[in-house]
Structure formats: C-alpha cells, structure tokens
C-alpha cells in the first residue's frame, strides 16, 4: 500500500490556490519499482478494499461515491477493472456518463447522476460524471444551446453558478452519509498521443478509437484550463479532488487503490454486532436445530 504521506501529495481539500502546473503527469513519487513489485501491490490494494468493502456493505451506513475524470485514453476503464478486481460485484455499481439522451437533456444536469448514486453500503462509480458540464461542455459552450435551457438563464455566470450547485449537492450528499471522492487522471500530451496510436495499431483496442477523440485532443489547452478552473473551484474538504499522476499506469492504479482504502478506514465500517436478546435467540435456534431432524 502507498503510504498517506504519499497519497497527500495529490490530494486537494481546498481548491482555491490549486494550479495544475505544480502537478507532474509522469510523477511515481520517486519509486522505482519493477513489474512484479507493483502486480503485488496492486493486489494488496485491491484485497484490502475487497474487504473493506464488505464490512461497508454489513455496516449498511455509508456509500462511496468514486467520480473518475480525465482526458481520453487517461486511464479510467482499465483502473475500474483492476482497482475494483477483489471487491463483490452486488456491492459495487459502475455507471458511465455519455453524451446526455433526450430525456437527459429535458431535466436538470444533476438529474441523471442522482438517478445512479450509490445506495449505503455500496461503492458507486462515475466513469465521467456531472463534471462533464464544465468540462465538455464549458470547451464546447454550443452545447449548452441543445439542452433546452431557458436562454435567460444561459449567462456569463453559468459556469460558476453550475460548480456551485455541484458544491451544493456534494455537500448534501456528505451530510446524508454518501463520501465523494473525485479523481482527476492527469495525463501528458505526450503519453496521449502515445496511447491513440497503440488504439489505431491494436487489433483488440481500435474499437476503442474515435475519430472525435482527435478533435478533442486539439483543444487540449482549454481542456486544462476547464479541468484547473473546476478543480479550484470544487475540491473542497467534504470532497476533494485528487489529482493523480496518469503517466505510468501502475502508478495510476496504486494512488486511487490506496486513496479509497484510506478513506474507507477513516470510516472504520463494522459487522454489525448482535445485543444479549438476538445472541439468545441464536442460542436457541441451535438448540433446537441440534434436537431436531
Ligand atoms: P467515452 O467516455 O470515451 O466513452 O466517451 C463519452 C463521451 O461522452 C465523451 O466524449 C464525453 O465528453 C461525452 N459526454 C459525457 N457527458 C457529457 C455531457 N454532459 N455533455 C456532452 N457530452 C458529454
Ligand atoms: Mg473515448
């Protein structure tokens, strides 16, 4: 497991001095370890958090909401599949965020995330999420014109107003027992395009491939910039950000692994304990178990 000495390094509970520039894309916080090395990590990661996560679901009390952003090829879907590879499917829900549907569009942009949040007990993960709407759509501001809003309401004010109906939520979901905890996957320019042409040369990954994605890429600079705005704006104790270095994909997995586990120990979920009553009754049942047939 990563140290919390390390984990502190990415993790942003005030976002208001935040600047993306003093955050290193191809940082491992100077370990040098070999393949294997990190394989057991990870793995000792992933089974503390298999059964931290049981005894969150037996404790019935609190819910987790992992949001997971980052550019295209960040790293999201192999993290899912490796960071939750111990934990119990009917505890944990993983809901991707596409491009919103009709039905989407006609409600609040908060609308579709309530629908999928995590019940107690539960790890909920957003594979995007609600942050889309000042990342996707504040680079593309002509999308705001398709979701059917009342023009009076689209303002030069729109983007703040937004993080701080986000901030808003958050904190309602905090209060009500469900932990947010957002990861940013900072990727280089660099590594993407290595990852896009890997996409195009794999037989197994070029379903992956979207033309659009290269539309995406060259719009990388107001993409930072939308990602440090909202980052300033929304990492707040309740529910920081971190910001998690996306180079090296082991290094990925290891930061995000160890950073839910540490919250989910700070939560310290139990088994549920039976009182004097319950324990007599299970007495009995034994009993008469033992006696009969
Ligand atoms: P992927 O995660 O690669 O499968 O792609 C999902 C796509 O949906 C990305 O290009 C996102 O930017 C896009 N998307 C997600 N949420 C929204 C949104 N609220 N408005 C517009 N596009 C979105
Ligand atoms: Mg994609």
Known sequence: MLPADILKRYRVS??????????????????????????????QSAKRLGALQE??????RWAILIVLQGLDTAGKDGLI???????????????PFKVPSQLEMDHDFLWRASLVLPRRGHLGIFNRSYYEEVLVVRVHPNLLETQGLPPSLITKDIWQQRYEDINA????????GTVPLKFFLNLSRAEQKKRLLARID???????FNAGDLKERALWEPYLEAYEAMIRA????HAPWYVV?????????????ASIVERLEAIDPQFPTLDD????????ARASLCGGQ
């Open 245 to 257: 270095p996306a180079d090296h994909k082991w290094f990925t997995r290891l930061v995000v692994a």
């Open 277 to 284: 009553d319950a324990l007599k009754e299970l007495q009995a």
């Open 234 to 237: 929304t990492a707040t104790a």
């Open 14 to 43: 005030d976002g208001r001095n935040f600047r993306l520039a003093d955050f290193d894309p191809g940082d491992t916080a100077g370990l040098d370890l070999d393949k294997d090395d990190t394989k057991k990590m990870l793995e």
């Open 202 to 208: 794999n037989p197994d990954k070029q379903w992956k």
């Open 169 to 176: 939520f958050e904190l309602h979901l905090a209060r009500s």
């Open 81 to 95: 599949e490796h960071v939750m590879a111990e934990v119990n499917p009917q505890g944990c829900d993983v809901h």
């Open 55 to 60: 005894r969150l679901y037996a404790d019935h």
